[in-house]
């Protein structure tokens, strides 16, 4: 499952992946976008795949249906973070993981940063702290977390703040 899949480019490449065996979903809210990776997948003969419009807060997919779920910077743009969080570890399989790559905010990103397009076009306008994070990533269920890649904190408006690529897994007994 790719949150916040766009035209669909990471589906397609998961689609050849997992084969004909597997399937992949692709979840977004821009209905453009998602016609644009519907006709991609057409014009390439790409069954294995379904794009679905849905704020990633209410995924519309089975408990325990995914293996993976992959995101690229989107899950800050959302307003409830904690619920999108929630939502991942709930379509997991148990022992499935996710690979995230977002941006964190070393601290509370100022009001005036929330609603301006520059700041929301970065992907920093709705960033947490660290600690905030990874604290909802816990009180979703994960307990195996790991950062992947994380960059030196740099300048955003009046913040500084610090990308990332971070993993967990789906505990196996839960």
Not at 13 to 30: H, K, N, P, Q, W
Request: proline share 3%; hydrophobic share 35%.
């Amino acid at each position: 499952v790719d949150l916040g899949s766009g035209r669909g480019t990471d589906v397609m490449r998961l689609a050849e992946t997992v084969g004909e065996s597997g399937f992949v979903y692709g979840i977004d809210i821009s209905d453009g976008m998602l016609q644009k990776a519907v006709n991609t997948a057409e014009r390439l003969g790409i069954k294995n795949v379904r794009f679905i419009n849905s704020p990633r807060e209410k995924i519309p997919l089975k408990d325990c249906i995914a293996d993976l779920v992959i995101s690229n910077c989107t899950i800050n743009h959302s307003s409830d973070k904690q619920a999108v969080w929630n939502e991942v570890f709930r379509i997991l399989k148990k022992g499935g993981r996710f690979v995230v790559s977002d941006i964190y905010s070393l601290n509370t990103v100022p009001e005036e940063y929330r609603n301006d397009p520059v700041a929301v076009s970065e992907c920093w306008a709705g960033s947490v702290t660290r600690d905030e994070y990874l604290g909802q990533l816990q009180k979703a269920g994960f307990k195996t977390i790991k950062v992947i890649e994380e960059s030196t904190p740099y300048e955003k408006g009046k913040i500084v703040v610090s990308s990332w690529t971070i993993t967990g897994i789906k505990p196996s007994w839960n």
